[in-house]
């Protein structure tokens, strides 16, 4: 990697950096729109900004657009997957994509006859 090249891949890196403290604090104050857009400026500089997909599949899961959730802690993942938070979104992401589970609702004849206020 040549000179210049090296120094572009910093700056990037930086500000991708810069951009995911800017989400996380956001995100910690409460402001989401603040924090999603600081969070996709970190990925639009550094795609593999583990910091900023996680913020954005947090927000995913927490807004339940699960599928978008999917796919930015996955992508989290690959950059590092041995990330225990991200590991556990992902888990409780895939629960709220299982399949519905077979309830069986049962009821004593005693408890029949209450009415429903």
Do not use: C, K
């Amino acid at each position: 990697m040549n000179g210049a090249t090296w120094l572009l891949t910093a700056a990037l890196v930086a500000q991708a950096n810069v951009a995911s403290g800017a989400g996380d604090a956001a995100f910690a104050r409460g402001d989401f729109d603040a924090a999603f857009r600081a969070y996709s400026a970190a990925v639009a500089a550094s795609p593999r900004d583990f910091d900023a997909l996680l913020g954005l599949g947090t927000m995913d899961l927490y807004r339940g657009d699960l599928a978008q959730a999917h796919l930015y802690l996955t992508e989290a993942l690959q950059v590092n997957p041995s990330d225990a938070v991200a590991q556990r979104r992902l888990h409780a992401l895939r629960a709220l994509e299982g399949p519905p589970g077979d309830f069986d609702v049962s009821m004593s004849a005693r408890e029949v006859d209450v009415p429903f206020v």
